[in-house]
């Protein structure tokens, strides 16, 4: 069984790997529905970072502080993690100079599109699951076996600060 630390580890290797997330407003009352969007870091710590454009319903629903949810699963289904925490818009200069790539500038005309928001995510809580053992459960189940609930799986909260 994987320790906290190890599985915190293997969410910042993946999203270093594969950036895209579903990010949507938390709460049955949420009029933005989750949608893909690219998850920036600054490091391996919270707070992510999302580009976006003053004109979307996303940007247009965080005009003070709101819960926010992020969902990410890794390629190959190798792991999977639902993050939640306080979205913000927060245009930083320094901090959108750090992260501007281009990338980023393909959804903008240039760097001085008045569009341009930056939303920072500070995450309060993560559960991740890794699902290292599908290729277990698999060779089980081609052999008339049913594969437990544990099989090569993990799932712990982790501090991702």
């Known amino acids: 069984m994987a320790t ?16 895209f997330v579903m990010l949507g407003l938390d709460g049955a009352d949420a009029a933005v529905q989750p949608q893909p969007m690219t998850l920036l870091m600054d490091g391996n710590h919270s707070p992510f970072w999302f580009f976006t454009s003053s004109e979307t319903d996303l940007a ?14 890794k390629k190959g289904l190798g792991l999977f993690a639902s993050m939640r925490g306080t979205l913000v818009v927060d245009n930083d200069q320094a901090v959108m100079d750090r992260l501007w790539s281009p990338m980023v500038e393909a959804w903008f005309e240039g760097r001085n599109d008045p569009r341009i928001t930056l939303l920072r995510l500070d995450v309060s809580e993560a559960q991740v699951w890794l ?10 189940l081609m052999l008339g076996i049913k594969p437990t609930d544990q099989d090569g799986q993990d799932r712990d909260t982790v501090d991702l600060d």
């Open 60 to 73: 247009r629903a965080v005009s003070t502080q709101q819960r926010a949810i992020v969902t990410f699963t």
């Open 131 to 140: 699902n290292e053992g599908q290729l277990l459960a698999g060779v089980k």
């Open 4 to 19: 906290q630390q190890e599985i915190a580890g293997k969410l910042w290797d993946a999203l270093q790997q594969d950036r």
